[in-house]
């Protein structure tokens, strides 16, 4: 049996249980606390959830990489469309909700003082529960102190704020419109698109902020939340024609005018060294600190796209959704 130490409140723990229950893979959920740090280090590389342990014994970290080991290991019910343009969208669209996705939620999370207060009570829970009413408060008040100060590092302050908010709003409502007539992103089944962009969306409908923004404006997304807990084949994948006039919005008003131009300028930030950077995203300004995994991923899906680049059909999406000056940089 696999063990699968992560948080509720992780979206790539979610994320990764989510996949394993479509799956089928016998599992253990082991929250992470002060009780399980020693075998947690045991074989974790990084002090990051999700860890998954294999029953050879083995440490996995980073979502992503374990979706895509376990889908070649355990290929039914697929993940992954045989149409390589879906695949390709869909990777996309995984790596967007991953990498920006997690900015909406972490930034709501932590700029708002009820969301901050409600989930660094249950971290500090999580962590003291057994400790007593004090050490609960103690724990809380340091979480959120902590945390508050890290919403730099997803790029949130000030001058980006507005923008957070309205691509949360607006990706809200183009998925709600798409999520209209099918049960999953690609169709009547679950996607490596829906794992990575649902993982953000679960985490955000726990949050006082963004839940009610959710539950007020879209309850097809919330349904699909709810049935991306424990997801199931329910059909089969669409076609690019059935799913472009409502998926298409997505591609081009949010992953090539919002996350793609910032990943390709936080890139060039750290290739320069700069400690700081700047860009425009769809006329306003942005600006943040480089973060270095962001490059690394980035990387990793130009070298997918330059993969799956002759797959008839795809290019023309892509430069329609104004993406692909993005992805064929070098």
Not at 137 to 146: D, F, G, K, P, Y
Not at 202 to 208: F, H, I, K, L
């Amino acid at each position: 049996m696999h063990r699968i130490f992560g948080s509720e409140l992780s979206p790539y723990s979610v994320k990764v249980r989510s996949f394993f229950r479509y799956k089928n893979l016998a599992h253990e959920w082991i929250p992470r606390s002060p009780a399980v740090q020693a075998e947690f280090q045991k074989y974790a590389k990084l002090p990051l959830v999700p860890l998954v342990v294999t029953p050879e014994g083995e440490g996995l970290q980073d979502s992503t990489p374990i979706l895509e080991r376990f889908e070649s290991l355990a290929p039914e019910p697929a993940t992954v469309p045989t149409d390589p343009v879906l695949a390709f969208v869909s990777a996309l669209l995984e790596e967007y909700g991953d990498e920006w996705g997690n900015k909406w939620m972490f930034h709501y999370r932590w700029r708002y003082q009820p969301d901050v207060w409600s989930t660094a009570e249950r971290i500090a829970l999580q962590m003291m529960g057994a400790q007593g009413t004090l050490a609960v408060a103690q724990a809380r008040a340091a979480v959120a102190e902590r945390m508050m100060g890290r919403l730099g590092f997803v790029g949130s302050n000030d001058t980006t704020q507005p923008l957070i908010e309205a691509s949360f709003k607006h990706a809200l409502a183009l998925l709600e419109a798409h999520l209209a007539t099918r049960l999953y992103v690609l169709g009547g089944r679950p996607a490596l698109a829906d794992f990575g962009l649902w993982g953000q969306f679960y985490e955000a409908a726990t949050d006082p902020t963004p839940g009610a923004i959710m539950r007020a404006s879209a309850p097809k997304v919330m349904a699909w939340v709810q049935r991306m807990v424990s997801p199931k084949a329910e059909g089969t994948f669409e076609t690019w024609p059935t799913l472009a006039s409502t998926l298409m919005p997505l591609l081009k008003e949010e992953v090539g005018a919002l996350f793609l131009p910032w990943s390709a300028a936080n890139a060039r930030a750290i290739a320069a060294g700069d400690k700081t950077f700047g860009v425009s995203l769809g006329g306003t300004a942005w600006s943040q600190e480089p973060q270095k995994y962001h490059a690394r991923s980035l990387a990793e899906i130009r070298r997918k796209f330059a993969t799956a680049k002759t797959a008839p059909g795809l290019e023309a999406i892509l430069r329609d959704g104004d993406c692909l000056r993005w992805l064929a940089q070098a």
